[in-house]
């Protein structure tokens, strides 16, 4: 049997975020988290005056370890599972802790721009009925976006990995961004329609939360502007997605192979990766275009 000439370049990937960096990273995201529920944060501890000095060092120990820890390090399993995604598909670009600490950074940018944003709730309380419904989807999918075109792609990717792996991201975390933005604006609008289903709704939700809720026009128009700006983030990733399809067809794959100066590739490469590669570059075809389709 004839073997197939493989007419390609191997190019290896450098680590990109030395390991003397984690630590730091690490905390820039708990303070950023902390900031992020900086509204909440305050509120508690304005009450500190009925509190003895135990419940204050107890209030403080939870905020650091509920708004500070447990958000980072939620953040930390999210881009691992984004990362393995990836590499069960075979898209091996990017040394797995690089992936992780980038997608912390960024994440602590958006973060920190948020807890600024929310803070002007102690001037005007009306800021969050805003932010509480779509400054989330608007500021980390902004920031996500920005570490995708301004890091990932241009460092990493060639054309068709960029495609592929774009169009994985993009599902998956839009899903997760639909539940935590269409189904909450889309509950609060039902409430406020004034219509028997949305009262019988308000009626019931108020009966098991044991508290009055009310629908402001601001929560309604704060609803209406998170559901736009959703589907505008939709239409620039299915617009986006068409860009890079047009270029992938144009672009030939290369495989890619980690290498963070071992030869054991630790560090978050995976040692397979010339590999798993390898046989898309035998039989170039354009079955990646049809699977990730969005």
Same mark, same amino acid.
């Given at each position: 049997?004839?073997?197939?000439?493989?007419n390609?370049?191997?190019?290896?990937?450098?680590?990109?975020?030395?390991?003397?960096?984690?630590?730091?990273?690490?905390?820039?995201?708990?303070?950023?988290?902390?900031?992020?529920?900086?509204?909440?944060?305050v509120?508690t501890?304005s009450?500190?005056?009925?509190?003895?000095?135990?419940?204050?060092?107890l209030?403080?120990?939870?905020?650091?370890?509920?708004?500070g820890?447990?958000p980072?390090?939620l953040c930390?399993?999210?881009?691992?599972?984004?990362?393995?995604i990836s590499?069960r598909?075979?898209?091996?670009?990017?040394?797995?802790?690089d992936?992780?600490?980038?997608?912390? /950074?960024?994440?602590?940018? @958006?973060?920190? *721009?948020?807890?600024? $944003?929310? &803070? +002007?709730?102690?001037?005007?309380?009306?800021?969050?009925?805003?932010?509480?419904?779509?400054?989330?989807?608007?500021?980390?999918?902004?920031?996500?976006?920005?570490?995708?075109f301004?890091?990932?792609?241009?460092?990493?990717?060639?054309?068709?990995?960029?495609?592929?792996v774009?169009?994985?991201?993009?599902?998956?975390?839009?899903?997760?961004?639909?539940?935590?933005?269409?189904?909450?604006?889309a509950?609060?609008?039902?409430?406020?329609?004034?219509?028997?289903?949305?009262?019988?709704?308000?009626?019931?939700?108020?009966?098991?939360?044991?508290?009055?809720?009310?629908?402001?026009?601001?929560?309604?128009?704060?609803?209406?502007?998170? /559901?736009?700006?959703?589907? @505008?983030?939709? *239409?620039?990733?299915? $617009?986006? &997605? +068409?860009?890079?399809?047009?270029?992938?067809?144009?672009?030939?794959?290369?495989p890619?192979?980690?290498?963070?100066?071992n030869?054991n590739?630790?560090?978050?490469?995976?040692?397979f990766?010339?590999?798993?590669?390898?046989?898309?570059?035998?039989?170039?075809?354009?079955?990646?275009?049809?699977?990730?389709?969005?």
């Amino acid at each position: 049997m004839q073997t197939q000439n493989r007419n390609f370049q191997i190019r290896k990937i450098k680590p990109l975020i030395a390991p003397k960096w984690y630590g730091a990273i690490w905390a820039l995201l708990v303070f950023a988290s902390l900031l992020r529920h900086i509204t909440s944060i305050v509120l508690t501890f304005s009450q500190t005056s009925e509190m003895n000095v135990y419940e204050i060092l107890l209030n403080v120990i939870v905020e650091i370890m509920f708004s500070g820890m447990i958000p980072a390090a939620l953040c930390y399993l999210c881009a691992l599972i984004f990362h393995a995604i990836s590499m069960r598909a075979g898209y091996v670009y990017c040394l797995r802790n690089d992936f992780i600490y980038l997608t912390m /950074l960024f994440t602590a940018g @958006a973060r920190i *721009i948020i807890g600024i $944003v929310e &803070s +002007f709730s102690f001037l005007t309380p009306v800021v969050l009925d805003y932010t509480s419904f779509f400054i989330e989807e608007t500021v980390l999918t902004a920031a996500l976006f920005a570490m995708y075109f301004g890091v990932l792609r241009p460092r990493f990717m060639n054309a068709r990995t960029a495609y592929a792996v774009f169009n994985m991201y993009a599902g998956v975390y839009f899903f997760f961004q639909g539940l935590n933005t269409v189904v909450p604006c889309a509950v609060y609008l039902l409430m406020g329609s004034g219509t028997p289903v949305g009262e019988q709704f308000l009626s019931v939700l108020q009966t098991l939360t044991a508290t009055p809720i009310e629908i402001s026009v601001h929560v309604k128009a704060a609803c209406i502007v998170g /559901l736009c700006i959703f589907a @505008a983030w939709l *239409i620039a990733t299915v $617009v986006l &997605s +068409f860009v890079l399809r047009a270029a992938a067809k144009k672009a030939p794959q290369e495989p890619v192979v980690p290498d963070d100066g071992n030869d054991n590739n630790s560090g978050g490469g995976s040692p397979f990766a010339e590999f798993n590669d390898a046989p898309r570059q035998d039989k170039p075809s354009d079955k990646v275009f049809d699977e990730f389709d969005l």
